[in-house]
């Protein structure tokens, strides 16, 4: 219980720590702000045209008598648009971070700095090009983990009473630890823990994991607030890495230190 704990301070940590960088936070709000156009148009278009796609899909059904045709075809037009929203919030985070590599790249390594008892960062020394290649390659590789959990548990949904309960639980922890993992990839990656490594690690401490992300996908679920909340998700993700890590950490009066003393600088 005391991770679970420590896992939501480390993603309040973060907010307050953007709250006081207002240089870094407004930088950091870009890259949500593009993918949440691209993810909004995207919804759009499918709720304009699902219906057309299903009747496109589904040929054989247009012998079916009435009204059991438009019923069936509804039903999975309803289905594909709950399908498109649950995968849009699982890949949010993973699709953020891609197009803002370079954003919370910089954001990361300034709160590696500001918290680092000898105010230096790791890096991992590799070109931009290379690093955006990782970077693409692992989030393919964790969104395509997201949707498998995703189908499945969408699957689960149906089952009587557990469905409505249970379910609902585990796809949010679910959510929690992909969010995490993205989150906490941007400081990992310079540290070059690979994917299979970094999962390996979160999942040797779960409950820090869940504490921090849970909380997290359910705030995701309210419209902008993901935007709003990535830039401080980012730095309490490269807090918590660096407890993952083993680092020494400065205490928050050393690390909340306002800009004018010259941490962006």
Known sequence: MRDLGAGFRYLLKGQRWVGRHGRQYGFGLLPGLITLVLYAATLVALALWGADLVSWATPFADDWADPWAGLFRGFLTAVLFALALLLSVLTFTAMTLLIGQPFYESLSEKVDRDVSPDGTAPESGLPLWRELWISARDSLRIVLRAAVWAVLLFALGFVPVAGQTVVPVIGFLVTGFFLTEELTAVALQRRGVEVRE???????????????????????????????????????????????????????????KPEAEGVDA
């Open 198 to 256: 970094r999962l390996a690690l979160l999942r040797s401490r779960k409950t820090l994991v869940w504490g921090f992300g849970t909380p997290l996908a359910l705030a995701f679920l309210v419209p902008f607030v993901a935007v709003f909340l990535m830039p401080g998700a980012v730095a309490g993700a490269t807090l918590m890495a660096r407890d993952l890590m083993g680092e020494e950490t400065q205490e928050d009066g050393a690390a909340d």
